[in-house]
């Protein structure tokens, strides 16, 4: 049993705490008597070991220090070393910031030392031996030590990859079987506040209910709560295949405008689902940015054309259906085509789109032409007559390398013709245009 004592001119105390699978038990009292025992059961392990963590920073916080790890089931506390942290921070793919972080983590008796070494060492050599040693710690006796919460799902509903010691990325998208009974909002939080997420760089999460709806508010949440994560390089809320897994509108984001100041280095955002919002937008970093929805809400596209976004390379919004919430206009969009905020901006996608007719009559007029690379206009509801400007304005589209104008509702004759606008052009799998008195978009529910 962990124990921890408190000494000062006043008081000679003890403490100590030991995690029993949905319990603990706790002894306190005076140095040199039995003291006094109580135990407290929880619903579930998660809860019996948060408000364990929680226990144990008080004691630490009122002065009280670690004299014997003990046993039990609960892993010892983390080692930390904030002047050795920065370092890392201050520069990510610094091999040797790493290797002096293992020899401190080694010298103070933390396991994680160990693998650290080991998987530096492995960036410099692909050893076999060296691999099957970092598989020891992983998944031997010290499993829980290094995942947490994440630990019975590793490998199943949850992919973990690892970057000399610590997460690198982790994927949290479980089966019909694994949400049965998950705790989403514990597997999150261990993803992002675990010691070994420390330098998480990639957070992925996918499905967690197949009972109603992926509600990703309780996620977001969850981030919120976390706090900050300026290692944070890449995040994808709502990764699902649709309609396989879920339809798209049955998978409610929610807004994402607490994060942005969290994650100040973010380079890459995707956001899948409907009732996207994204608050005020401050990214001086980001560089691609992916908006899926049955139906975006005309309040995220405003927050996107308001942003200043220097770094933007990639842009993909999916404005969709009215019947899905998508309640955006052409005027709505127009003013991400004078590319005022995008400077860097090469790949443009206005994807799933109804009004996408309008787009392409007003883009050999459009500034941000000059630029764009890649231009995706695939999923929409675009006929013969509206793709015309393709032909006639060929001029406002010489920079363009590929052109995607698939599963709109082109003729076979017109798509022939578009094969010629650029380099690459696809515009196949096209949907009959059965009802011109109500053309969809090819993804709403």
Known sequence: ?????????????????????????????R???AGQETTKDFDSRADAKREYEKLVAE???????????????APPPARTNPELEAAILASPDDVHAYQVY???????????????????ALAKDADVALQARQ????????????????ESLVGTGVQVTWRFGFFDTVRISLGYDDAEGADIEALVRAAVSHPSARFLRGLTIGMFDYEGENHYERVIKVLAKAGPK?????LFIGDFEYPEETEISWANVGDIGKLWALYPDLEELTLQGAEIGLGKIAAPKLRSLTLRSGGLPVAALKSLISAELPSLERLEVWTGDENYGGDSTFRDVAPLLSGTNLPKLTHLGLVNCAYVGEVVAALPGAKIMSRIQSLDLSKGTLIDDQAAPFLSHGEAFASLASLDLSENLLS??????????CAKVNAGEQRDDEDPDYRYVAVGE
């Open 102 to 120: 293992a020899d401190w983590l080694q010298a103070n008796g933390d396991l994680r030392g160990e693998l650290v070494a080991i998987q530096v």
């Open 412 to 421: 076979d004759e017109m798509t022939a013709k578009l094969g010629k606008v």
């Open 230 to 234: 300026p290692t944070l390089r890449s």
């Open 135 to 150: 598989q020891e710690p992983l998944t031997g006796a010290s499993s829980e030590l290094f995942h947490g919460d994440l």
């Open 1 to 29: 049993m962990p124990r921890y004592e408190f000494k000062d001119g006043k008081s000679n105390k003890f403490w100590e705490i030991e995690l029993e699978g949905e319990s603990f038990t706790t002894k306190w009292g």
């Open 31 to 33: 140095i040199g008597t």
């Open 59 to 73: 004691k630490v916080k009122k002065g009280y220090v670690l004299v014997s790890a003990g046993g039990g089931d």
